[in-house]
């Protein structure tokens, strides 16, 4: 977010622009138009996660699960928040100097008053925005897993995850003192942080939770397809709030940052349900609204950077990659990753990351590299950060993973995952008739 | 009195009942049921995982006539649940001991 | 909400800086931020009443009552925004010098045009704001006697409670004549003039109306949890419109507003989570959506005054509050509130009001009260404000009841209410397959 | 949109005033708060569509072809956003001097970049607004021959009908060279554009398609009122997006089609529920919403001319004029038009078009018409461009039927459709146990 | 052994159940179906499109019981799911070959 | 023929379908029902109010077969639908008189 500034002092001119003597002279005053549109992302943000990720993921699993993917996702959140308000804020934002994290001095928003400005924007609602994106992370999470994971070993973990994964890289990213942010990383509202983070902790839990019952035997369709769509639909509405919100102001940057949205993920769609045309004869929703999200999370890292026929070209590659993934490989070395957040968000966060490097580029209609800076030469730090985060989110989840199962357990027993997580883990059922 | 259960195509459903009320048959229970048999189902595939429906959305009568009108009913099933195509159903006929009417008490062929 | 103005003289600093020497000199003219916010906030109030609290109790119902409920929301939602323009808005804001009412100056909005300006935003946009609110308050006392009203006398009661409590009481708190206003209450978002004033005219109702038929023996479970968590999701979402538009400007004190209305919900959601986990063993996907809401009522009254650290004891203590009226308090006595309108909204509400005259101390990180006053006065004029509340709708409603029960009846045939009312008072079915 | 400006000059007053110097000494910069306000808009108008219009139209189809609306909406929303990128904003926003289209001026958005602006937003953004309408547009068609079309022939159809429907009536009605521009029509949002555009093409395809298998005979009740009843409020809390942003900015005159927008269609859920009381001694929910969709489509040209009063009255009116449409004329006439998009879109958007040259004036509360031009002549113009466009939107509509049904055939083979659309066209369920 | 067929109104599963439960009855299986007889259905009108519902909910319940217990079962349901208006509902009663418990193996009365 | 009808435990509905199949059975008819019996069915709590759900989700088959093949129905229900665990279901048999093909009219075990 705020790193498109430094790199190439483009993104930032129209807002800038507006309060040039003021900013030196006067004590800084927020925007009432800028902060209006953060506001309004804010919310936004909120309602991707529930309940859009909710609806999305709840659709995909079985009815007597529905509740518990509800649950997750609601609760996490709730934590999540909670969380950042004490801890989370200054890990990630605390003005620290270290390439790492952010420290302690802002523990409890200390300091920070409703007359706190940051950039030209009251500072908690800044602190609200990144909050959203803090909570929706761990939420992707959970579809590696959905239908057996123990409920409090989901809470503990996520707990431990965001606080040693999630702040720390969002702080390398997105603070002007953190590491890939000092390396210039191009990373408009967070391809890395977000879905290459959360996706490679996914494909980790997966692999150590292990298969659910009856995977490749029963039937373990999707129970509704209709709130899978609705679900995708919130994500892509909301997912402006997250990328045109990420220029932190509403102007000429947000703008693209919208356009880019709308029509990358478009061309997602037409690619993957073209894929499935050829594939199988026939295109699915489901086909279409995992087309959706991918070419969401494609352009996520790009939004800011490529210009609208680059978007379009991303969307167009990133679905067929992703569909590879998440039939082919997937089946081939025949890992349970229910929901597919490996094959989506990290396999399709990488692509966006790498083609952000290509198309950023002025010969391709993006914005252009920062001063010196060649497309070979981003490319490489576009790689190097993908390849800390992969680590640093693998290694650390590995290990998290296996404190939680000795701790509390990871699974649920398997009479309990057969009845199903909504009666036995929450006591309830989705739907009486 | 016999009990006559037909496993009938759903989309026939209306137009058996009508041809049944039409001979006097003044009462029926209908179940939607999945049905198994040599009409194959259909498969779908969600992101590569493809699962095989074996079975067929059908509807089942469960009826209770009397044992004069079995035949009847036998007679108009046939002929409008039928489309000539494979899963168009079956009928079966048990035998009944007794019926009975919970509102009146009424038995046998007065309750039905 | 314009209330917070006098109150303190720091809420509105920072919008009011922005065009000081304009006001004086110039016609005003309004700030288009501003504006940008507080039209998005008036959607998102809708969107709160249609479809988010119609999901959320409508899930709640059995299936046989789904769509009335459906459409009592939106029957209400129409009725009141068309009372709102010929009569409402004059009558809360008419301008008229009684602390009681606004008077009959505006009646159909007379003399407002596209060119009139409220404070930093068109009047119009300010009527449409304050008509969301006087459309969704109604709606949430329909919750206590779900599943056995007449339409047609809730129709006819609706239209004259919004007459005779909701536009007074309105008046009484926003208009800087009014009554509780003018005593210097703290009511930010409306935790009096909505909540405790709907949950008070709700329990009223449920009281006289009767229990439904099989009140306790009969499987009453919700018919959609999938449906209540969206809806409270969406009701969350909305509530951001609802709090943060109360500032009426896009700046700190909405921003405060904002993240108020994030961190009290969030922990709100965890203790609600916490106590059912510790009472019955599992956390129910009804609990966390309770929470949700209670946090929401809870934080409405207190969300420009308090800080977040405040923001999050106030959601982590009504939880267990509500929680107790909806469990103990309402098996004792065995009224029939259906979905929990007092226990989560009235009870809710006056938790709130009386937590905001506390945490709104510097002392607790809160922007502190008017000039002048103490903690102590500030509770004695939040309690006088909540009981003034409670007496006038209570004994208004408890009349109207009574006056629409001899003249139409409140109730449906036992018949009909077996049958359920979607097909016995609408004619048609929710679901077909 | 655009043209409210030209017509009357009262318009853009509070907008424009914000700026008048600027505009000319020093190059143009977007308005925060306007540009915040269109991305809402932007954002709304697609969750109009997706999942907005999907679950209006998705709940009144039968289980079996719930799928295939939600992938028309979907797939139809993907393919005109990237054929917007290529040709269609060029085609309607070129800035060619053709009163029929824009040219080719701006293929590929050849020369806009974020610095772009475009009024007092950026031209991105105001290209990303008017790209949601060329989506939503011909997703309103399906509706009329739901249940039996052909996917692929439906996809390349709207390929067709875009661009040789869509892109030049917009350019007529919303580019200052456009035919009716010039002519003095009044449509604030896209009464005709959008509309009665669409409910044409509809009518069209109904007939030339011909009824479904068991029209008239089997149940075709909707499989879920539920879900229609959200798409609905969906469409109305977007409908703010759609109405309030054809101001393009953040002004009075986006308040007055903000409350409009509020109260005409409160009216005319009113009012339909009203007619059907007296009709069939219940109002259903269905008439509540299909109420609030006509009084939505009939102020939608009118919104930012008429007053509120004029907007209640409006809104009163439209309903029974529909209600007449979808039951006796529809009925009279044995047409399939199966989800009413001829009764309620086009006869509501004509009602709505006559109406907005009789209540714009002065007379009844409205901003009054263009300098010169009397109530008889505007209606005049009214008429003029309601039937051009029924006529072009007609014709053309035909002939690309006729063309498609040649080339790949419009309607599916008569098994696949008893079998239901989902599993012959998608092969996958809406819903699992 | 005999099967007990009844189809009674859905509010009144609940109370019936207790009373068999009561009287010695240890399983029954419960379907939701269409009844169809003298009680008629509702019309649901959309947008003027008039739909006659013909058929009223129900539930069936499926009884196995020991040729001792019969006349008991059926007098109870008589009792607790008579409301003496039009749709009570009907019992039949069909003679049972054979009965066993997969869990254990046990046949006839003994798997009841 | 006799008429099979089996309440078992939905998970095992596809292994005890694949197991008929292989034996020769070619058709059933599949209903989702609750059934009641010993195993205990589970209480769900809203917000205070205490719903105890007796009824336990089963799967019930009704298959008619030729009387040869009972005994080999019988024994293959038993045996894949077994999980030793308390509600694993029941198999009663029923004698059937008639059996009629919609689509063809064949009649008694050619009906099968
Ligand atoms: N032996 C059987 N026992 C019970 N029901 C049967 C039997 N055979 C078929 N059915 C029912 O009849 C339906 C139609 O049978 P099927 O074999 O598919 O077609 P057809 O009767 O045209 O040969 C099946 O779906 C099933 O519900
Ligand atoms: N002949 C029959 N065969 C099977 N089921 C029947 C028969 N007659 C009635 N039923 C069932 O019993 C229910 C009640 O019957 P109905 O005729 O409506 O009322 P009543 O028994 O009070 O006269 C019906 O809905 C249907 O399910
Ligand atoms: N007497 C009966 N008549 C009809 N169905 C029965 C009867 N007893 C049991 N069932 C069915 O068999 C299922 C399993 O029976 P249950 O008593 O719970 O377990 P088990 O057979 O292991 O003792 C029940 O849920 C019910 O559907």
């Avoid at chain 1, 509740?67 to 934590?79: D, E, F, G, K, W």
């Avoid at chain 1, 997105?174 to 996706?199: C, E, P, Q, R, Y």
């Avoid at chain 2, 089942?60 to 009913?73: A, N, P, T």
Wanted: aromatic letters at 10%; glycine letters at 12%; one cysteine or more.
């Amino acid at each position: 977010m705020a790193n498109f500034r430094k790199i190439s002092g483009l993104a930032a001119l129209a807002s800038a622009a507006a309060l040039p003597a003021l900013a030196d002279t006067a004590p800084a005053v927020a925007n009432s138009g800028d902060t209006a549109w953060m506001m309004t992302s804010s919310a936004l943000v909120l309602f991707m996660t529930v309940p859009g990720l909710a609806l999305f993921y709840g659709g995909l699993v079985r009815t007597k699960n529905m509740l518990s993917v509800l649950m997750q996702c609601t609760l996490i959140t709730a934590l999540v928040m909670v969380i950042w308000v004490f801890w989370g804020y200054s890990m990630a934002f605390g003005g620290g100097p270290s390439p790492y994290w952010g420290g302690f001095g802002k523990l409890a928003l200390a300091g920070v008053t409703k007359d706190s400005v940051s950039g030209t924007i009251p500072e908690y609602v800044f602190s609200v925005f990144q909050m959203t994106f803090a909570a929706i992370t761990p939420a992707l999470i959970i579809g590696s897993f959905a239908e057996r994971i123990k409920f409090s070993a989901l809470l503990l973990f996520i707990a431990l995850w965001s606080t040693l994964v999630y702040f720390p890289i969002a702080h390398m990213v997105w603070d002007s003192t953190g590491l890939f942010f000092k390396m210039g990383a191009m990373d408009f509202a967070g391809g890395t942080v977000v879905h290459i983070n959360a996706g490679i902790a996914a494909f980790v839990g997966c692999l150590m939770i292990g298969k659910r019952i009856g995977f490749g035997k029963d039937n373990m369709a999707p129970h509704s397809m209709t709130l899978t769509m609705v679900g995708a639909s919130i994500l892509w509405v909301g997912w402006f709030g997250f990328n045109a919100g990420s220029a932190l102001a509403a102007n000429g940057t947000a703008g693209l940052a919208m356009i880019n949205t709308f029509v990358a993920t478009a061309a997602a769609i037409l690619s993957w349900s073209a894929v499935e045309g050829m594939a199988r004869g026939k295109a699915s929703m489901l086909g279409a609204a995992s087309g959706m999200v991918a070419g969401l999370v494609a352009i996520t890292p790009a939004c800011g950077f490529v210009g609208p026929v680059g978007a379009v070209v991303l969307g167009l590659v990133v679905s067929p990659i992703c569909y590879f993934f998440v039939t082919t490989v997937k089946s081939s070395f025949g890992y349970d990753d229910s929901l597919d957040v490996f094959g989506v968000h990290c396999i399709g966060g990488i692509t966006g990351a790498l083609l952000t490097g290509i198309f950023a580029s002025t010969a391709f209609g993006g914005v252009g590299y920062p001063d010196g800076q060649t497309m070979m030469g981003q490319e490489i730090v576009q790689i190097e950060a993908v390849l800390t985060t992969i680590i640093w989110s693998g290694v650390v989840s590995a290990i998290l993973y296996k404190l939680v199962d000795m701790v509390l357990g990871l699974r649920v027993e398997a009479d309990a995952e057969r009845e199903g997580l909504d009666l036995s883990s929450h006591g309830e059922a989705a739907y009486h008739s | 009195m016999k009990l006559i259960i037909a496993a009938i195509k759903p989309f026939k459903l209306e137009e058996v009942r009508e041809a049944l009320t039409s001979i006097g048959v003044r009462g029926m229970m209908v179940t939607e049921i999945k049905g198994f048999g040599s009409q194959s189902g259909h498969t779908e595939i969600y992101r590569g995982a493809e699962y095989a429906v074996n079975f067929v959305p059908k509807v089942k009568l469960e009826i209770v006539v009397s044992d004069g009108l079995v035949d009847q009913v036998l007679d108009t099933i046939l002929k409008t649940a039928k489309t000539d195509k494979i899963g168009d159903g079956k009928i079966f006929v048990l035998d009944v001991d007794q019926a009975v009417r919970v509102r009146t008490g009424e038995t046998n062929d007065d309750a039905l």
